[in-house]
């Protein structure tokens, strides 16, 4: 946290000057000239006529990285240079995609500018691509952002030229019909417009996008993935990723910062078709420019970024850690690709963030004895006969197993793996005995299905592990056997 001021608009002063304005035509209603002796504001140039000094080549950068702040300089011509590329590339762990880009990267090179600049933006369309492309940036005034003055054949250079008006962090992308398809497949980045003196200094600065891909094939499945028209139209992404693939932002490519640093993030939503709501897990930001405008907010969890549009986000690194970066419409996270990493270094600070400092055993809604670790477990009832121990074992089912596994044994597809006809069950006695004494995680087939999932260890006596067991291998179309509490303890001892 902190509470530095933080303006992107520069329409700050304006509005103080309006402020004053009004306060002194309140005030001299009563006390004749009482602001008179004021000297008159300083005057904020319209943007429209700061003047352009000198020359300069634009640095452009390759996400996740943004080029050098624009601090005090006086607004200037700034020469873009940028060259679209069609070329494949890897989506994830053996899926290829063959990506449209901006300067060969998805998304395209971070642009950085004040307001004030005078953009000569020279686009070239490299000779090996097969398709015509343009740019339409959100940061210009003008009939379709620039896209129609920049329409450009394979082989071909065009120029064009604008004055940039509003601060703010703008989204560009490719315009060239079909857009969607364009846009899909990759074409899109973000244009800074700094405001006058800058923004106000941080230690880490890094570029993020978004955007949703459709693929022919599912999520995973292998090989050169085409583009999907279809499913683009039905917005159905295979993969919702940051900086165009999976894992761009994790492990080595994580992002890294140390504990008393501030990190900004630029972060953009190539779209075309899903909204994000961004995250970072264990963070708060400290400030928010909404929608990358000049509205700031403060202490946000998540903020809303549509397709189309982009954020500016910074918050303090106080303790170290793995912080993930989410689309929190979760299952595009957990399923689709959208993660990444920002990994602070440090020392710890206990007095912000404890760690762990005890454990106990937590068992979801309709389970069983909480027991803290090393406490003994009742004694249950002691079955006589095979009915006894299914009707003992089919409670013990209801109170423990029932809210992951479901009331007749069915499970949950890509969750819960089915206990009815389970072959895995019926297959190894002592290995479903395990899984109940010690819990199971990692991959497991079950009657043709992958699960891949956690089962705690359930704290449960070697009576009720056997009549639970003998009630499921009793049910359901299961192999009617019976399990006695001494298979469990002969299990337990391993
Ligand atoms: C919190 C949810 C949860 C609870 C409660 C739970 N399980 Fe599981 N169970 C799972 C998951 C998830 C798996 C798959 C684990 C994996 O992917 O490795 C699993 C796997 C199994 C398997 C092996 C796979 C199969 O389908 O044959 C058996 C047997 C099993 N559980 C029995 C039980 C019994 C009996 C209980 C109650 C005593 C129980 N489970 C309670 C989640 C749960
Ligand atoms: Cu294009």
Redesign the pocket.
């Known amino acids: 946290m902190s509470f530095i001021l933080y303006p992107i608009s520069s329409s700050n002063t304006y509005t103080m000057t309006r402020l004053k304005f009004l306060f002194c035509v309140f005030l001299s209603a009563w006390l004749l000239n009482a602001c008179s002796s004021s000297t008159p504001e300083q005057t904020k140039i319209p943007p429209t006529e700061i003047k352009v000094v000198g020359e300069s080549i634009a640095e452009l950068t390759s996400p996740p990285l943004v080029p050098k702040p624009i601090g005090n300089r006086e607004a200037t011509k700034l020469i873009v240079n940028m060259e679209i590329v069609e070329k494949e590339g890897t989506m994830a762990d053996g899926v290829k995609y063959l990506y449209w880009t901006f300067n060969g990267t998805v998304p395209g090179s971070f642009i950085r500018t004040r307001v004030g600049d005078e953009v000569e933006f020279h686009l070239k369309n490299h000779p090996n691509n097969k398709l015509p492309h343009n740019i339409d940036l959100h940061a210009v005034t003008g009939t379709g952002g620039g896209a129609a003055s920049s329409f450009v054949a394979p082989g071909h250079e065009v120029t064009f030229s604008f004055k940039v008006l509003n601060p703010g962090l703008f989204v560009y992308h490719c315009a060239t019909a079909p857009v969607a398809m364009h846009i899909a497949n990759g074409m899109y980045g973000l244009i800074l417009v700094e405001p006058e003196g800058g923004l106000p200094p941080v230690d880490k600065e890094y570029y993020i996008m978004q955007g949703d891909f459709y693929t022919k094939g599912k999520n995973g499945d292998p090989g050169l993935q085409p583009f999907d028209m279809q499913k683009a139209v039905d917005e159905r992404p295979d993969y919702v990723v940051f900086n165009g693939r999976v894992g761009s932002l994790t492990g080595d490519n994580s992002l890294k910062a140390k504990v008393g640093e501030t990190v900004r993030l630029f972060v953009g939503n190539g779209g075309p078709n899903m909204v994000s709501s961004f995250h970072v897990i264990g963070e708060i930001f400290d400030h928010v420019n909404v929608e990358g405008g000049g509205l700031v907010n403060h202490n946000v969890q998540t903020t809303l970024i549509p397709a189309g549009g982009a954020s500016i986000v910074d918050f303090k690194c106080e303790v170290p850690g793995t912080f993930v970066i989410v689309d929190h419409s979760i299952t595009r996270t957990f399923n689709k690709g959208s993660l990444g990493m920002l990994t602070v270094t440090g020392d710890e600070n206990k007095q912000i963030y404890s760690g762990k400092q005890t454990e106990g055993i937590y068992?979801?809604e309709?389970?069983t004895i909480q027991n803290m670790p090393g406490e003994k477990v009742p004694d249950a009832p002691k079955a006589t006969s095979h009915e006894e121990r299914v009707a003992l074992g089919k409670s013990?089912?209801a109170k423990?197993?029932q809210?992951?596994?479901q009331e007749n044994g069915q499970?949950i597809p890509n969750?819960?793996?089915?206990?009815a006809k389970?072959d895995?069950?019926n297959a190894d006695v002592n290995r479903?005995i395990g899984?109940?004494l010690h819990g199971?995680?990692?991959?497991?087939m079950?009657n043709g299905a992958k699960?891949?999932?956690?089962?705690?260890a359930?704290v449960?006596s070697d009576e009720e592990?056997a009549n639970?067991?003998t009630f499921?291998y009793s049910s359901w179309g299961n192999k009617k056997q019976e399990i006695k509490p001494a298979m469990v303890a002969s299990q337990r001892a391993h």
């Open positions: 068992q979801p309709g389970s013990v089912f423990t197993c809210a992951c596994h499970g969750a819960f793996p089915p206990l389970s895995f069950l479903a899984v109940v199971k995680t990692g991959e497991v079950v699960f891949n999932g956690v089962m705690p359930q449960l592990i639970v067991l499921v």
